[in-house]
């Protein structure tokens, strides 16, 4: 398979092409705007193609609009995840933040999306630079209600289109919106990837506003119970789900934890980082090891738990916000170990000297 050469944003929209994405409906900001451009650039040009008599590139690919807001953007994607298509809307923190409302809604309606975060820095509009000051918005809910989204966190350019690929996948399986969380860094950085070998699983939407049809009864989708027993009842499905999930859905990677016992923890971008880090770290005869969890909803606790239980006597969280990571660690550590932070904010991004010093300190 041949290598292809591209920034993170523009990996999002060929994983989400290669996914069989039908419409995306999104608003420009920066640094999450190349994803729309891109995505402008391959409809055009399908269309282009059929003016000429040729096939599209992308036949699946029907709906591009630009919205004239994230607010609409975001109501426009429940739109089309209600008839059954697979859509998408990308943004980035002031702009995740107008579609709150929106997301609460399709994960009321159990709808089916990707929303893409290519976090930069806040609180308010903050800065264009990267940041993960997102993290809570995303895994603890950042609607009104409970609610979950499946959040998968890249670290890479190939992860960026992966991920993208595997988060459709996952959405029409638990019927249920996701996110992919990333940085700007990521966003924009440029690195070789490969197109992975990532099944599109197909998923019947009988539940899909289409028309009566055949049907007896018309579908209805909302999220409006004026009673207390069918406000109940769905929310007792919906936690059901999100018990699943976190049963069969939780994805991680370690690195070098056989004999560690030292543990650095991060997403994103400073996990690629700190991954260097160990390695420098271990040619000075520390014992350190890597955990990156790749889900952020689910989080993975009880690997931490298995860590810390017999073997890691120090965690070290490096994230690029003020310790949002660090309580989701400190959870699956449950007082077993020392649990330290290294927070790093403003527009920067650590480096391996940085975090090499924040070991050796613990070492």
């Not at 929310?235 to 030292?262: F, G, N």
């Not at 949002?324 to 927070?343: F, T, W």
Request: glycine share 10%; charged share 25%.
């Amino acid at each position: 398979m041949s290598k292809l050469y591209m920034k993170g944003n523009e990996a999002i929209v060929e994983g989400a092409l290669k996914a069989g994405v039908e419409g995306f409906l999104g608003y420009p900001i920066t640094p999450a705007s190349e994803i729309i451009e891109t995505f402008a650039q391959r409809y055009f040009a399908d269309r282009e193609r059929e003016k000429r008599g040729e096939k599209p590139l992308y036949p699946k690919f029907r709906l591009f609009l630009q919205m004239e807001s994230e607010i609409a953007s975001i109501n426009a994607v429940m739109g089309g995840a209600s008839v059954g298509c697979r859509v998408m809307t990308a943004s980035s923190s002031p702009g995740i933040s107008l579609k709150q409302e929106g997301i609460s809604y399709l994960a009321a309606c159990e709808l089916p999306c990707v929303i893409v975060n290519i976090m930069r820095g806040g609180p308010g509009l903050g800065s264009i630079q990267p940041e993960q000051g997102d993290y809570f918005q995303a895994v603890k809910g950042g609607g009104h209600g409970d609610y979950k989204l499946i959040v998968l966190a890249p670290n890479s350019v190939q992860e960026m289109a992966e991920h993208t690929m595997l988060l459709f996948n996952l959405t029409d399986k638990y019927r249920n919106p996701g996110m992919i969380l990333t940085d700007g860094y990521l966003g924009q950085m440029k690195e070789s990837m490969e197109f992975p070998d990532i099944p599109i699983e197909k998923y019947e939407k009988p539940w899909a506003v289409t028309g009566i049809g055949n049907r007896e009864t018309q579908n209805i989708i909302e999220s409006l119970f004026l009673a207390p027993e069918p406000m109940i009842e769905a929310k007792t499905k919906l936690w059901q789900k999100y018990k699943k999930i976190e049963s069969d859905e939780v994805r991680y990677e370690i690195y070098k934890v056989e004999d560690a016992k030292i543990l650095v923890t991060a997403y994103g971008t400073p996990s690629r980082i700190a991954k260097a880090a160990v390695d420098l770290a271990r040619e000075k005869g520390v014992r350190v090891g890597l955990l990156r969890p790749i889900t952020l909803w689910p989080f993975p606790y009880k690997i931490y738990a298995d860590l810390t239980t017999h073997q890691i006597d120090k965690v070290l969280v490096v994230e690029m916000s003020f310790g949002q990571l660090l309580e989701d660690v400190k959870l699956g550590v449950e007082g077993r170990a020392e649990v330290r932070l290294y927070a790093v904010y403003g527009g920067i991004v650590p480096t391996e000297k940085d975090i090499l010093e924040k070991i050796m300190e613990l070492g």
